[in-house]
């Protein structure tokens, strides 16, 4: 199912005990419709106060229910903060998370003069301009397959911190800036890392070459402060062969 969520509220996708968490929304829902619980699958595991428009889940059931009417009668039971946007069937041997090839993310950084009320749960406001060529200048650097530890927050033991980036790039439009960037997989808060470090690349706090002694440093968290949750989306997760069609 493809999902759209408001992540505000919620201590991320993944089910915690006592904590409220899209997951457990998805799977209470799923419930309540097919009278017998499912473990929802996410293809990214979106932190506390991330938001998604393009998260990808997949559960089993063996109702033979019409696609548009379950995303009906789930969405009459999930909370107003998230919708099931489409449904699909899938072989068996569909993983929703291994089969991904990408995943597309946004951070929306609003730096007007003033601050905005009806934007403050999907961007970061930084109140003077930022230095976007700059910024894209680093980007340039964040590209291919290389090691990205500099940007991980923690990491478990012997995992690799290697990733492959597709696409990173800033663009501003008006008073809203928005770093977009496109890869295989991420490292823990790999990109509110990225994100706190070309803020302050933007900033003039620093500049590129210390951008770029940082990043070959490969050091756990070296990237840190990371910035707050609430200006990343989840904005897409791309496979082989598109969702809808036979997999």
């Not at 928005?178 to 490292?187: E, T």
Request: one cysteine or more; aromatic letters at 8%; proline letters at 4%.
């Amino acid at each position: 199912m493809l999902v759209e969520y408001d992540g505000t509220l919620y201590h991320g996708f993944q089910w915690q005990v006592a904590l409220p968490t899209v997951q457990d929304e998805l799977e209470k829902a799923i419930g309540r419709v097919f009278g017998k619980a499912s473990r929802v699958m996410a293809a990214s595991r979106t932190d506390a106060g991330v938001h998604a428009m393009g998260q990808v889940v997949s559960f089993w059931t063996g109702s033979e229910l019409d696609k548009m009417a379950l995303v009906r009668a789930l969405n009459h039971y999930l909370p107003e903060d998230i919708a099931v946007k489409a449904s699909y069937r899938v072989s068996a041997e569909f993983n929703v998370r291994g089969s991904a090839v990408s995943r597309e993310y946004c951070y929306r950084i609003l730096s007007g003069t003033t601050r905005s009320p009806l934007s403050r749960r999907f961007s970061l406001f930084v109140p003077r301009p930022l230095n976007v060529e700059l910024m894209n200048e680093a980007c340039e650097l964040l590209g291919g397959e290389q090691d990205y530890a500099s940007f991980a927050s923690s990491l478990d033991d012997g995992k690799t911190t290697i990733r492959n980036v597709h696409e990173a790039g800033v663009v501003r439009k008006g008073e809203v800036t928005v770093f977009r960037i496109v890869a295989s997989s991420f490292l823990p808060h790999q990109v509110r890392s990225t994100v706190g470090l070309l803020l302050r690349l933007g900033r003039g706090m620093i500049g590129i070459r210390d951008f770029r002694d940082i990043m070959q440093a490969r050091r756990v968290g070296l990237a840190g402060p990371v910035a707050p949750a609430r200006g990343v989306c989840l904005m897409k997760v791309n496979y082989a062969t598109p969702l809808g069609s036979e997999l």
